[in-house]
């Protein structure tokens, strides 16, 4: 994660980075500079998500996936775009929408298809299912079913990798919906506080589980440099 302002995935212009209180920054990202072979690259992964993702609504519709299952369908870019610069010794954690940063950090398809399908050969050997995949020898610290629940972890990650003094960051996910949550607002002052290399991804889908976020929250979503709506939005604490 230390590479991550430097990725060549986006360029960047000031007028990008937005400076916050507490050391903070929202980063919104371009696609100026792209080569065409890695906009394919990042295409096809985005594609393989979504493959991944109608198949296993087909069998969940089938009956033939138990449980429950929060589809990543529409958002593979985010996952895709803020998981390719990491590097190995970067972690992450997750929400239970997890399906999209599982595959774009590495994880097979068989180990997830497995782990949705209640066998041994899954990522949590069938014990999690589709909200609790992990793989720690990939450095990813599962999806988790409470909102919010997973961004002290995240910081947790984090403090981690500054109390051992190794390289590296986290990267914590979450929805428009955990951003209310009071856990969350501990945990950015925590990283701040500390300077914990520490990247917080907010995935707005416009609704936090069912209620809209015009009904769940006071404040509207961020907006670009132009105007323009903003779906996704991501913090970094000054240490990352």
């Not at 599982?102 to 066998?119: C, I």
Request: proline share 3%.
């Amino acid at each position: 994660m230390h590479e991550y302002r430097h990725a060549k995935l986006f360029s960047l212009g000031p007028e990008w980075i937005k400076p916050c209180r507490g050391g903070y920054f929202t980063l919104y990202m371009t696609a100026d500079g792209l080569t065409a072979e890695h906009g394919i690259e990042l295409l096809r992964e985005m594609l393989r998500i979504r493959r991944f993702e109608e198949t296993c609504a087909a069998r969940y519709s089938a009956g033939a996936i138990r449980g429950f299952l929060h589809l990543y369908i529409g958002e593979e870019a985010v996952a895709v775009g803020a998981v390719r610069p990491l590097s190995p010794a970067d972690a992450i954690v997750s929400t239970y929408r997890e399906h999209g940063h599982a595959l774009a950090r590495g994880l097979s398809m068989e180990s997830l298809m497995g782990e949705l399908f209640g066998k041994a050969n899954g990522c949590s050997r069938g014990r999690g299912g589709s909200m609790h995949f992990f793989a720690p020898d990939k450095n990813y610290w599962g999806g988790h079913g409470i909102v919010g629940g997973q961004i002290p972890l995240g910081v947790g990650l984090a403090y981690g990798v500054k109390y051992k003094g190794l390289k590296g960051a986290a990267m914590a996910f979450m929805g428009d919906g955990a951003v209310n949550q009071g856990a969350v607002h501990e945990a950015y002052n925590l990283a701040s506080l500390w300077n914990l290399p520490v990247v917080f991804v907010i995935e707005n889908n416009g609704y936090s589980m069912g209620t809209s976020q015009a009904r769940s929250s006071a404040l509207s979503w961020a907006t670009g440099p132009t105007g323009s709506s903003s779906r996704t939005a991501i913090f970094a604490s000054s240490g990352a």
